[in-house]
């Protein structure tokens, strides 16, 4: 299975990369008598980057159900995580390092590094941030947040912390009319010190993904003429017929992917799998056949607009 729709997009995009977005927002005051979301926010960054934990998480997505075993720890300061699927095709990952803002939709793709103080403020000029109660997880108290989208461009996000220790219980994204794409949980939380042998691999075909080295970019000839608020690219990669460019507001994150087309085919159209949304359309370019497909977790009419802006840098 392509890893695009892999859980490495899932258990790390919540446990690092959206926690990490949500640990930088600003939050929406609280109402009288209740707990600020700034408390909720400090408590997830320190669960984000001292606590150890196995689980089980279920994972709902295009009317799919997977389960899978997330072993989570801390190393000489830098995260550790195997990710081993329980059903359907065996797939196993192990990670180290947190997850970069420059990776591709494929994989865990943390923002942090892409966060400064003005990167705060174009957060809460496209989500507004609210509590929205509480609710019982994996026999655990958690609190809600929900990341609200202020346009029609992206979509929303609601994560479940848990009361004791801020630890992202649950994760859904959601659309414009409030109907959830997709949704990881806990179902089983074990908060115990991580062994090393319970971070070794139980398949010689488990994929390791590094994230502790920087990124780098590159210069492509293709730009986008119209991009949603807030969006800003964060990775420019060369691929072997094209480039691939990735795009993130803090929170969403899209790619953009341009290559060369043999003149007899033609291909136009999208595909939807849950949250992901892929869309692709044709450029010629000087009598040159190019394909652009965008993927990401954005609402299909916005991958259709981006697609549509693809053109040559002038």
């Known amino acids: 299975m392509n890893d695009r729709w892999s859980f490495s997009a899932i258990v790390i995009k919540a446990n690092s990369l959206l926690l990490a977005l949500f640990l930088l927002a600003p939050a929406s005051r609280a109402q009288d008598g209740e707990v600020p979301v700034e408390h909720w926010l400090g408590k997830l960054a320190r669960a984000v980057s001292e606590l150890e934990y196995h689980g089980l998480v279920t994972f709902e997505h295009a009317g799919m159900l997977e389960t899978i075993q997330v072993v989570h720890a801390v190393r000489d300061g830098d995260s550790v995580e195997r990710v081993r699927y329980l059903s359907g095709e065996p797939r196993e990952l192990i990670s180290h390092g947190s997850a970069r803002g420059c990776e591709e939709p494929t994989s865990p793709v943390a923002r942090t590094a892409l966060w400064t103080q003005a990167g705060q403020q174009k957060v809460q000029r496209n989500y507004q941030f609210i509590l929205r109660g509480e609710e019982r997880i994996a026999d655990r108290e958690a609190v809600v947040i929900e990341a609200r989208p202020r346009d029609h461009h992206r979509l929303g996000l609601v994560v479940s912390l848990d009361r004791e220790t801020g630890l992202p219980l649950k994760s859904m994204l959601v659309s414009a009319k409030g109907r959830v794409l997709e949704r990881y949980q806990f179902v ?38 119209w991009l949603p608020d807030g969006f800003q690219a964060v990775l420019v990669k060369p691929l072997s017929d094209g480039d691939m460019l990735v795009f993130s507001d803090g929170i969403s994150v899209f790619t953009v ?22 869309y692709m359309d044709r450029l010629v370019v000087d009598g040159v056949n190019y394909t652009v497909t965008v993927v990401g977790e954005i609402p299909d009419t916005t991958a259709r607009r981006v697609a549509g802006a693809v053109a040559v840098g002038g």
């Open 257 to 278: 992917f341009v290559q060369r087309l043999s003149p007899k085919l033609e291909f136009k159209g999208r595909a939807i799998r849950g949250a992901t949304v892929a």
């Open 188 to 225: 089983q939380l074990d908060l115990s010190p991580v062994q090393d042998a319970d971070l070794q691999p139980h398949s010689k075909d488990a994929r390791r993904i590094d994230n502790r080295n920087p990124c780098a970019n590159a210069q492509s000839r293709w730009q986008l003429r």
